[in-house]
Structures are given as structure tokens and as C-alpha cells.
């Protein structure tokens, strides 16, 4: 609940711009202008570059982003910033250029790895993480008789992202028909879900580069 003309920021306000995010701690992230009147069980941010939004109580979108990159963790700014760039809300020029000095340098590298793309958080996080490994991937390749696939690693293991909790049988059965297909071309293909994307990325990690150092 807000309190005393508070206006959210960073994480709590990702619903309000429909930004992508990471399950949250609970606690509210706020701007006030006055520090002492936030309430104890919230966050705190300062500064606003921006007016803030005029028909709800939301700090403007560019404030959101860079306080979400100054105090989230890399995934959970990443997904926000990349969601904003993806559809044309938001330039990676403009959240750095607003971000200088060396207190800002975390915030800053984590604008290197923002690109563009991608279809959901988990394939801009998997596409993140396999990069970091030093593995080459494409996003969203088109593959005869199979369609596009989310991302294409080393130019031959497809990797596949679901982020369903409950799929429906016929959607599951052209899942593994597209992946028969994959496979009868030559492809390799791994699926992985949300909770290994986003709980278990060193194992999907490790579990990829097995997969790849077999072939090479």
C-alpha cells in the first residue's frame, strides 16, 4: 500500500509498464522525496530524471529502469531493461548516458549484454547466460519444417524455452514433433523450462556445454 504521496519504482513497478520480471521479495521499491517519510518496510530510491506518470502513481519509465539497474541483481534488471529496449520504449544509449561515474558501473555492464530479439525473459536470459559461457547463439532461427526455433547454439543444438506451468496435450505433441524434425535435419535439440532457466542456470549451463564439447 502506498503511503504518504510515495510513487513506485525499479520492480514494483514492472506490472505498471508491463515490463518483464523475476519473482520479487515482497518488498515495495518507492521513490519519495523526502527519504524519512517512506515507510520501513519499503525500499528506498533517490533521484528522478523525469516527471513521473500523470494518471497513476509510477515513477517515469527511464527513472524505473536505471533504479532497477542499480539495485536489482544482473538477471532481474536485465529482463526489465531488455523488455523496454525489445519493444522501442526505452534505447540503451539513453539509460547509459544517464549513468555515468564508477558507482554506476555495475549498472552499466549490465547494458552490455541487453540486445534485441528475444520473445520472453528465459530466452533473454538463457541467450545471456550460453553468451557468458562463450558459446555462439542466434535467437529465433528459421528452420524448414520446423519453424522458428528460440535459439540456435553453435549452429547445430537447438535449445528450446517453455515457460508454461500446465501445457495442453496438442501443443506438447507439436512440441515433439518439431523436435523430431529438428533431429531428423541434423539438429540436436534440448528443452528447458522455467525453473531451469531462471533457478538452475549453471546446471543448464554445464548441461549445454557437455552437449557441445561431445560434438566438437
Same mark, same amino acid.
Given at each position: 500500500?502506498?503511503?504518504?504521496?510515495?510513487?513506485?519504482?525499479?520492480?514494483?513497478?514492472?506490472?505498471?509498464? #508491463?515490463?518483464? @520480471?523475476?519473482? #520479487?521479495?515482497?518488498?515495495?521499491?518507492?521513490?519519495?522525496?523526502?527519504?524519512?517519510?517512506? !515507510?520501513?518496510?519499503?525500499?528506498?530510491?533517490?533521484?528522478?530524471?523525469? =516527471?513521473? @506518470?500523470?494518471?497513476? =502513481?509510477?515513477?517515469?519509465?527511464?527513472?524505473?529502469?536505471?533504479?532497477?539497474?542499480?539495485?536489482?541483481?544482473?538477471?532481474? #534488471?536485465?529482463?526489465? $531493461?531488455?523488455?523496454?529496449?525489445?519493444?522501442?520504449?526505452?534505447?540503451?544509449?539513453?539509460?547509459?548516458?544517464?549513468?555515468?561515474?564508477?558507482? !554506476?558501473?555495475?549498472?552499466?555492464?549490465?547494458?552490455?549484454?541487453?540486445?534485441?530479439?528475444?520473445?520472453?525473459? *528465459?530466452?533473454?536470459?538463457?541467450?545471456?547466460?550460453?553468451?557468458?559461457?562463450?558459446?555462439?547463439?542466434? =535467437?529465433?532461427? /528459421? *528452420?524448414?519444417?520446423?519453424?522458428?526455433?528460440?535459439?540456435?547454439?553453435?549452429?547445430?543444438?537447438?535449445?528450446?524455452?517453455?515457460?508454461?506451468?500446465?501445457?495442453?496435450?496438442?501443443? $506438447?505433441?507439436?512440441?515433439?514433433?518439431?523436435? !523430431?524434425?529438428?533431429? *531428423?535435419?541434423?539438429?540436436?535439440?534440448?528443452?528447458? /523450462?522455467?525453473?531451469?532457466?531462471?533457478?538452475? =542456470?549453471?546446471?543448464?549451463?554445464?548441461?549445454? *556445454?557437455?552437449?557441445?564439447?561431445?560434438?566438437?
Amino acid at each position: 500500500m502506498l503511503r504518504n504521496r510515495e510513487l513506485l519504482t525499479c520492480s514494483s513497478a514492472a506490472t505498471a509498464y #508491463s515490463l518483464w @520480471s523475476l519473482p #520479487s521479495d515482497g518488498k515495495r521499491h518507492v521513490y519519495h522525496r523526502r527519504q524519512e517519510a517512506v !515507510n520501513g518496510d519499503a525500499i528506498h530510491h533517490s533521484g528522478l530524471l523525469l =516527471p513521473p @506518470s500523470r494518471v497513476q =502513481p509510477v515513477a517515469a519509465l527511464a527513472d524505473v529502469l536505471i533504479h532497477a539497474l542499480r539495485c536489482l541483481s544482473f538477471a532481474g #534488471s536485465l529482463v526489465m $531493461v531488455e523488455c523496454a529496449v525489445t519493444r522501442g520504449d526505452m534505447t540503451v544509449d539513453f539509460l547509459r548516458q544517464r549513468l555515468p561515474g564508477k558507482r !554506476n558501473g555495475k549498472a552499466r555492464a549490465v547494458l552490455d549484454w541487453v540486445d534485441r530479439g528475444a520473445d520472453s525473459l *528465459l530466452e533473454t536470459l538463457a541467450r545471456t547466460y550460453f553468451r557468458q559461457a562463450g558459446i555462439q547463439v542466434q =535467437p529465433q532461427v /528459421y *528452420l524448414e519444417r520446423v519453424g522458428y526455433v528460440d535459439l540456435l547454439l553453435d549452429g547445430w543444438l537447438v535449445v528450446e524455452l517453455d515457460g508454461r506451468q500446465h501445457a495442453e496435450w496438442k501443443q $506438447v505433441q507439436k512440441d515433439h514433433r518439431r523436435n !523430431n524434425e529438428s533431429v *531428423l535435419q541434423g539438429y540436436t535439440a534440448l528443452r528447458y /523450462y522455467y525453473a531451469d532457466v531462471v533457478y538452475g =542456470p549453471q546446471a543448464m549451463v554445464e548441461q549445454v *556445454l557437455t552437449v557441445l564439447r561431445g560434438r566438437r
